[in-house]
């Protein structure tokens, strides 16, 4: 691999040692790291993604020991990014902004379209309207909107069909967790290959279902 290349795996892969060590010997152009694979994306963002993610104390008996690697890799490139290229790690990327990277709805869609229902057959099997605008937002990613509904009452568990909005966001990120984590423990096994643009689509999109996760289940995180 490449330096940029081996860069960008020790950064997913929260190797702070061998990240910060390439980026001190290495001359890394601050266009690069300011858009990494042309996706208009700073490198910073992935380890925003990695901390919110490696947050989480709810992880399989066998993977914990790397969670705690690296977790403490992924606060010591937090710090670095931070006192070494000034970039503003404390404010967490806008995930809304790159729904197209992972399963979303569009704003621009009609609410009963993201809905598979007439509002009104909703309506008469018992939903409320803020339930309703509750599903609607979570879907889209608008975080405000849904934090809003949610102090006014919402019900994040009202059903749509058997399924809510909290099902929808669980299982997406069940699965975005089966394709991140091989990433992540191929590598300390040495078996890295090259970050693709699907790798951190996969990452960002996982953070920001668990960031949507957090909200529905009323966690301090958000």
């Not at 670095?80 to 503003?88: A, V």
């Not at 598979?116 to 599903?135: F, H, S």
């Not at 994040?156 to 992540?184: H, K, N, Q, Y």
């Not at 890295?192 to 999109?205: S, W």
């Amino acid at each position: 691999m490449d330096k940029y290349e081996k860069l960008l795996s020790a950064v997913y892969c929260n190797d702070a040692e061998t990240a910060i060590q390439l980026m001190e010997t290495n001359n890394y152009p601050r266009t690069w790291l300011d858009n990494i694979l042309s996706m208009n994306i700073p490198i910073y963002y992935i380890t925003q993604c990695n901390a919110r993610l490696l947050s989480d104390d709810c992880w399989i008996e066998r993977i914990q020991p790397l969670v705690l690697s690296m977790r403490e890799g992924c606060s010591k490139l937090m710090t670095y990014w931070k006192t070494k290229f000034k970039f503003p790690v404390e404010n967490e990327m806008d995930y809304w902004k790159y729904k197209e990277f992972f399963y979303s709805d569009s704003d621009d869609e009609p609410d009963e379209e993201v809905l598979w229902n007439p509002i009104q057959v909703l309506l008469n099997k018992g939903l409320t309207q803020a339930d309703i605008e509750l599903y609607c937002a979570e879907v889209r990613f608008q975080y405000d909107k849904t934090l809003d509904l949610l102090s006014k009452g919402a019900n994040p568990r009202a059903s749509f069909d058997g399924s809510d909005a909290v099902d929808r966001i669980s299982a997406e990120c069940a699965f975005l967790s089966t394709m991140v984590g091989p990433v992540w423990e191929n590598y300390y096994d040495k078996k890295n290959f090259p970050i693709e643009e699907q790798d951190v689509r996969d990452l960002i999109g996982w953070a920001a279902h668990e960031k949507m996760y957090d909200l529905l289940t009323f966690k301090s995180k958000s």
